[in-house]
């Protein structure tokens, strides 16, 4: 079988009058009287948005043909949207019409392009084109493992641990195993490794210990932070692999913490704080996250990721960058013995072996959207996009999975109300939208029916589930011009905190650098139309397209029982329900932001691969979003940093096995 490159694959899908599944919404251009000849020569130009620029498409017409197409995607994400432009061109070419597939994984930009591209066609042949939905299908996203010739395969490599994917979990993975003395190789897709999330949750570190000994009611009982995250996942959860984040999360900060102030540029510290302690309502929040920070000396430029990849020269690892898995290699005992890459610059494949064991650190599945759309359509109609969040494509899922590796039952995601979209438009996932970090401030939030509709206060996805029951599910965040006193006064804890934490810890954005980025200049909220400011609670309905009376019988309530100082309607806590009474008034619409992926294929304590019946895929390890077993249902944000203290936990225990083997 002849092997087709990556390119090849794409403009033979692109070209292909065959649908792919899940294909763009933007859909069918249909011309009235689509005949030859009917161009008026010329070039033309058109954008339209992507995920995170506008699209610019620009076309050459003679007489009776499209001849050349240009396609601007550099504002896009390099390795999604940003990678595709060639090939789109080249199908938009090969199918003479804007009536091209998407790209599977780079949805959004494509459908971008082929907008900028009928709009281009309409300009040429002065015939509007309209572009219709195409039906949404479920694919076979899982698919088989890539048959790949022999002949093909024209570079070998050995190796003892092979780490595939260098984020959060293949940075931690790394470095351990190095230091454990063994030889290391990275692989990654990426032209530079990814950075870090900088959140990180721990139980029992030195600097959690220190902060408590000044302050007792940050402490955790370990019992009772397993029996919560176990009710968050209503037991869909490998109670094991809990207890291993809560027994070996400290030292991984310890260790981690030593390494990053050994070099005089940062500092750990502990966010110390629980909220209001007098009020503390109804979900309880543990002070388990861990920040680094630079110190005043430390360079500008420099981050997290430029100390570990110092770290990883010294320690001489190894890198194979704009590289990609394509598919795990096992022997006749089914143990994993290394990987198939593709080097991304020239196309050649690689033989990588790996005589210790493979850690897969390669991420979850959140741009992949033929596998969003069959395993978490709520998630796809919530979110909106906006330009930060994960890069993880599925490709590490579905390698485990062609591997005989189990997956979780319940396909979860991390999301946050951090993103928005304007007054005219609704969530979901064709929807792009605005960065919004305001948006996790518990203020008074209405459906599109002026209504209020639940308790604003409590986990992100908990807000974000209550706007799925609601209209479009979409809400408006609506606060004052005292927003200021109040978002000091809800005493959030984790990364929406705006203010100082109760033991001086930095909070990750303060108030007036959000203020600012939605107040000020011609890219804020407020200039480009999310953001809507009136004098009258009338008036700010109507610039957010919601019914003025029944909004404004919604805020006359909220603000009596702020007056009273109980919620009888939802029960949220007194020192949140703040009234909007004091002109001038804000609202905005808000959705979902889709971070990442927190379902993958099940792993046992050793952090091994492991099949439907239990048993372990040898040579198999893994960390992070590619692996499942510890959260369903949602992410329980009040353990701050949670996920990314799992994953790098996880990472150094997997680290540690496989190195001593």
Not at 70 to 76: A, N
Not at 128 to 138: A, D, F, H, S
Request: include cysteine.
């Amino acid at each position: 079988m002849k092997n087709i490159s990556r390119k090849d694959f794409l403009k033979g899908t692109l070209a292909s009058g065959a649908a792919l599944a899940a294909a763009s919404v933007i859909g069918v251009p249909i011309l009235a009287g689509e005949e030859k000849g009917k161009y008026t020569p010329g070039t033309y130009s058109a954008k339209a948005k992507g995920i995170a620029s506008d699209i610019e498409v620009t076309m050459t017409f003679d007489e009776t043909s499209i001849t050349d197409v240009v396609i601007d995607v550099s504002g896009e994400t390099p390795d999604i949207g940003g990678a595709i432009g060639e090939d789109m061109a080249q199908a938009i070419l090969d199918a003479q019409s804007a009536d091209i597939d998407a790209v599977s994984g780079a949805t959004v930009t494509s459908d971008a392009i082929r907008a900028a591209a009928a709009d281009c066609i309409s300009q040429a042949s002065g015939t509007e084109v309209v572009l219709t939905e195409k039906e949404e299908t479920v694919s076979d996203w899982l698919g088989e493992p890539p048959a790949i010739d022999e002949a093909d395969i024209t570079e070998e490599l050995e190796t003892e641990v092979l780490v595939v994917g260098c984020g959060t979990g293949g940075w931690i993975a790394t470095m351990t195993a190095a230091e454990e003395g063994a030889k290391v190789l990275v692989v990654e897709k990426g032209e530079t490794a990814t950075k870090i999330r900088e959140d990180i949750g721990s139980i029992d570190s030195k600097i959690q210990q220190a902060e408590i000994e000044k302050d007792p009611g940050l402490a955790i009982d370990k019992m009772e932070a397993l029996q919560d995250i176990v009710r968050y996942a209503s037991g869909y959860v490998d109670s094991d692999l809990i207890k291993v984040w809560i027994n070996e999360s400290g030292e991984m900060v310890d260790w981690l913490t030593d390494l990053i102030e050994s070099t005089g540029n940062w500092y750990m510290s502990l966010e110390g704080g629980i909220g209001n302690r007098e009020d503390p309502g109804r979900d309880k929040a543990y002070a388990t996250g861990h920040s680094p920070h630079k110190t005043e000396d430390a360079p500008e430029e420099l981050s997290i990721s430029d100390t570990f990849q110092e770290h990883c020269d010294e320690l001489g690892v190894e890198w194979k960058l704009q590289t990609a898995m394509v598919k795990l290699e096992q022997d006749d005992t089914g143990k994993v013995t290394g990987i198939i890459a593709q080097d991304l610059t020239d196309e050649h494949y690689i033989r990588i072996k790996a005589s210790k064991g493979v850690i897969m650190a390669a991420g979850g599945y959140a741009t992949n959207t033929d596998m969003m759309l069959a395993l978490q359509p709520m998630t796809m109609k919530m979110k909106v996009n906006v330009p930060i969040g994960s890069k993880g494509d599925g490709s590490a899922i579905k390698a485990m999975l062609w591997a005989g590796a189990e997956m979780d039952p319940c396909h979860t995601s991390m999301m946050f109300n951090r993103a928005s979209c304007l007054p005219t438009e609704t969530a979901g996932y064709k929807t792009n939208g605005k960065w919004f970090w305001f948006g996790e401030q518990p203020f008074l939030k209405v459906n599109l029916n002026g209504e209020r509709f639940c308790n604003e206060s409590g986990p992100y996805e908990f807000m974000l589930h209550s706007m799925y029951m609601q209209p479009y599910h979409t809400y408006c965040d609506i606060f004052d011009a005292n927003s200021k006193e109040y978002c000091e006064q809800f005493d959030e804890v984790g990364c929406c905190r705006l203010f100082p934490f109760d033991n001086g810890a930095l909070s990750n954005r303060d108030f007036d650098g959000c203020w600012k980025d939605m107040m000020e200049g011609e890219n804020s909220h407020l200039e480009t139309g999310y953001l809507q400011k009136a004098d009258t609670l009338e008036e700010l309905a109507e610039k957010l397209n919601i019914p003025v009376d029944t909004f404004v019988k919604t805020v006359e309530r909220y603000n009596e029982l702020a007056a009273k100082g109980v919620d009888e309607d939802y029960g949220k806590e007194k020192h949140r329900l703040t009234p909007v009474d004091t002109a001038p008034f804000y609202g905005i619409r808000t959705c979902a932001w889709h971070l990442t992926t927190l379902d993958g294929c099940r792993i046992n304590t050793d952090m091994q691969v492991i099949r439907e019946d239990g048993t372990p895929i040898e040579g198999l390890y893994a960390t992070g979003d590619c692996t499942g077993g510890f959260f369903a249902n949602n992410y329980p944000n009040l353990f701050t940093g949670l996920a990314c203290g799992r994953t790098m936990t996880f990472g150094r225990r997997a680290a540690k096995i496989v190195a001593g083997k």
